[in-house]
């Protein structure tokens, strides 16, 4: 995959050079988590719902407590060593955030 349109069509999931990998995605979280939570937050209301649950409700995410829990850490703020090990969570929100991006792109 190595265009917005492809992001478009097939998701990020399917591999985007920068996105493939938890290392990656979850430094992009961590360097960009201020504007991707407030994509979260500006997005979640205008769909009427809470940042976790719009969260919780992405595919790439199972919707359980610990990950519950996750979610809160990242959109609310939180100690994100807790997510050293774990970065299911900051790798859905990078996604997220680049899927978002391209549809703006693409709508252009």
């Excluded at 998701?11 to 493939?20: D, Q, R, T, V």
């Excluded at 976790?52 to 407590?65: H, K, L, Q």
Aim: proline share 2%; glycine share 8%; aromatic share 12%.
């Amino acid at each position: 995959m190595d265009s917005i349109e492809d992001v478009n069509r097939h998701g990020i999931s399917g591999g985007f050079s920068g996105f493939i990998y938890y290392s990656e995605t979850a430094a992009f979280y961590k360097r960009h988590r201020s504007v991707i939570n407030r994509m979260v937050l500006d997005m979640s209301k205008e769909f009427g719902s809470n940042p976790v649950d719009f969260v919780a409700d992405f595919r790439c995410v199972n919707d359980d407590d610990e990950n519950r829990q996750d979610i809160g850490v990242c959109v609310y703020g939180g100690n994100l060593k807790k997510l050293e090990d774990d970065t299911h969570v900051p790798n859905a929100l990078a996604w997220f955030a680049a899927e978002e991006v391209c549809r703006m792109f693409d709508n252009d």
